[in-house]
């Protein structure tokens, strides 16, 4: 069973509320539901860092074939 651990957090309290009625509608915990999306941002977190990561790849990956490209042409 995963360790479990305690967190106290300060938000708005419009958020309080719709997370209050969303755990009541959905008939979950709001410790639940906080995980829940945590889960979700870290995920979609993740997804951006290695989204930039391969835009940046793919920027890096241009300038070297434009370099080399460069190269070709002063060799011929």
Known sequence: ???KRKMSLTIDNEIYCAIEKAAITRNIAKSRLAQEAFELWLKKDIEA???KGYEDMAREDAEFA???LDAQREIL
Do not use: G, R
């Open 1 to 3: 069973m995963p360790i």
């Open 49 to 51: 860092q290695m989204a």
């Open 66 to 68: 434009n370099t080399a």
